[in-house]
């Protein structure tokens, strides 16, 4: 359809046709009376190219006698150029900072509302906002919005030098970026003048009176199998009496055959929650610390697919790690095979009391799983924000969720330089949560549920937690072998199921399981390190041997069963410069090599307590983007490697840090479910021993509460590591053991171990590749008193 420009220079006509009843013609006239006023309304000329112009003509044909006075069209407009360049964001703010000071706070819900207020310069339904939240009236003198000619003078200064932070942004199209403002405005305003009714109407291809309620009951009307939420959720509980009465392997079984059901059943981005009852007999302990980390790299890991997706580089993945594993030759791996499934989210313990001072031990009551289900579904669903179905886009933010890009020029959420509105079936869930009053959790109800390590919660807590953090109102929960759950819960039906293992039927899926691909990789793979020599200080007291090298080369240079015990806290993976690899595969591969040289020189019965944390980071073996980041089980990982090493695992102390630095997840303000992830304040320490004699039984605790130590002082390491653990740490196993004993500490850092076994009369043998941290922890030794040779280099 050819259709004409016309710039009217005299005020537009007024138009009174009804939807639909506008001829080419007339919307032609119709939209150069528009242009007209867009361009009067910010002071210039501008005519919109011809992909707008084709849009807005079809739109207008079918939706003109909606549109709102000419009036309200330009007072329409500072609002969107205040929104697309957030103009308010300070004033907002500063709004938020006086209202927290009277403990006041509020969710991104309400911090949206505020902010368009703000936009549209509405002091009226501002101070009506202040009095329905209880505010003191006071905080209305901090409504001070960007006012219209602001704005304008804004908009100007942004046509003539566009400031753009992205970093794909492209350089020197000062002309390219003034145009897309345009564009943006002029579509966003166009839609914006529409009654709603209307324009959904029209982009759904039907009548105003058939247009649903919302976007969600659009998706549940017209793209039903997208929002399926027959099963909003799975949750089931593992008892302690079973491990009287089953044989461990018929509860890994079980367990393992759940998870997988569970993935199957699960409506997509729902949750999948595992309880543990940890009052176990002590000689169970650690089977059921075993079972929690084989449960979670199953559920990781269980499905598996040839992807075809361009993010997916098994080529360049399996020449890095053949490259770093030399025994890793030929086809062994089979690179191009995946394997994914559940996104591991939390595990939280529960204690017996509350842990709130340093040094505070606790039993533990129970360990809780959780997982998100995300299954990559290439239906095509219409904009949010438009209700369009031009929708493109081949995106995955998180791996298994399906990104579209909305290419409606009329979208009112483009971004300020013409981007489509980007969204995902996952985010709109989120909205829907936040979007629905019956869904928001009360306060206390947060802050119960804040931290990973919680104290003297009932399964029934962690029950209804479950339900009102991690599902919908309206969805039905799967509970198994829930003894006290409810029907109803929460606005939500609960269905009780029971199950049992069964020993006939006892599948050995977790050896199954660990013959796959991605274990072929790291796991099921032959060590011969290199020896190296034992390069260590001379002239060194009886009690201290320091050997400045690799700990997978020293190691085999140390006399087997020489050592009485053992503890360490690797390098975590990619977490600091010093400890980088090009994969998981190849950390895993070097804490695999070592653990073997670990067991070799320990005495049998020898004790290792080794320190790990589940790190956030990119794992690398799938996606070299953000797409691959996520929480790397390295808990789940490193028990499973010492299991095929030949340790025995007895248990997992859990050491407790508290609200520590970094904020790992949590809420971000949001009291709606699927935001509420907890702060991760707890690391591993694996109880490990080496099969033999055991000349003495040790007993730990199962919780530990430890303030990490202080490194940062005005800016400063005061410390001179970058990640190191606290002297009680190493204690927990050197305060057990006699006096005169050997501990080897494989990964020694600043010799925090060996520092801690002299100070309880025992030797220490430390093994640290980096001379500046030999070098480090020669001088804290100094500082504790006790005379050494500066270390120069071996």
Known sequence: MAHCYMLFKNMPKSHNREPGDCSEEAANELLGDLVFQFCQAIGLDWQPPAKLRCAA????????????????????LAPIIARKFNLNREAVQSLWNEAASHRFFFDPRAKAEVTKLFDEDDKVRFSRWIEEKALPARIIEWFQPVKPPDVIDALHTQLKNAKINRSDARKGVQKERRQAILRSLFGTWLYEITDTLAARAYFIGGRANQVPSSYFKLLQRDYSSVLDRKCGGVVSSIPADWWSKHTPCSIRDLVLGLIKESYGRLSNHSYLGIYFDLSVPEHHQGAVWELIGDATLYAERHLSTKLEKGFFRPAEIESQTK????????????????????????????????????????????????FEKHQADET??????????????????????RSWECHNPLCPERSAFDRGNRFSVMSILRNEASNDERALIDEECLRDW????????????????????????????????????????????????????????????????????????YLNVETLPEDGPLDSIQDSPSWL??????????????PENSIDGAVTSPPYYNARDYSVWPNVYSYLYDMKVASEG???????????????????????????????????????????????????????????????????????????????????????ILVLRKPGREIRKLKFPDVIYRRPVLKWVKGKNRHGHSAPFPESIPDLLCSKLPEGSTILDPFGGSLTTAITARRRNQKAVAIELHESY?????????????????????
């Open 380 to 401: 095509v669903i219409p904009c949010p924000a438009c209700w369009s179905r031009d929708i493109g886009g081949n995106s995955y933010p998180v791996f298994g969720v």
């Open 598 to 684: 670990v067991l070799r020189v320990l005495k049998p019965g020898g004790y290792y307590l080794f320190n790990i944390f589940d790190y956030f980071d990119n794992d690398n073996i799938m996606a070299f983007s953000a797409l691959g980041k996520r929480r790397i089980v390295l808990g789940a990982y490193m028990m499973q490697i010492f299991r095929q090493c030949g340790f025995k695992i007895l248990g997992n102390i859990v050491w407790h840090k508290g609200e520590i630095e970094g904020k790992r997840n949590y809420n971000h303000g949001n009291r709606a479910p699927f935001f509420q992830l907890p702060l991760n304040t707890w690391e591993h």
């Open 57 to 76: 003509l079809q739109y207008l044909e079918m939706v003109e006698g909606s549109l709102v006075s000419e009036g309200e069209r330009v007072r329409a």
């Open 450 to 521: 804040k931290l990973d390590v919680v104290a003297s919660r009932t399964s029934r807590d962690f029950l209804e937690m479950f339900v009102r953090h991690y599902s919908l109102p309206d969805d039905v929960i799967l509970c198994l072998n829930w003894e006290d759950a409810p029907s109803f819960c929460w606005d939500r039906t609960l269905e009780s199921r029971r199950m049992s293992p069964v020993a006939k039927r006892a599948k050995k899926t977790r050896s199954l399981f660990e013959q796959s691909a991605f274990f072929s990789r």
């Open 323 to 370: 490259e770093y594993i030399k025994l890793l030759a030929g086809d062994a791996g089979d690179f191009e095979q995946f394997q994914y499934g559940f996104v591991f989210k939390d595990c939280i313990v529960n204690c017996a009391e509350p842990l709130g001072r340093d040094g505070d031990d606790s039993s533990a009551k129970s360990a809780f799983l959780l």
């Open 545 to 558: 041997q320091l050997f400045r090298g690799s700990c997978l080369s020293v190691l085999q240079g140390l």
């Open 774 to 794: 030999c070098k480090l922890g020669l001088k804290r030794i100094q500082e504790d008193g006790y005379t050494l040779p500066l270390f120069e280099s071996v």
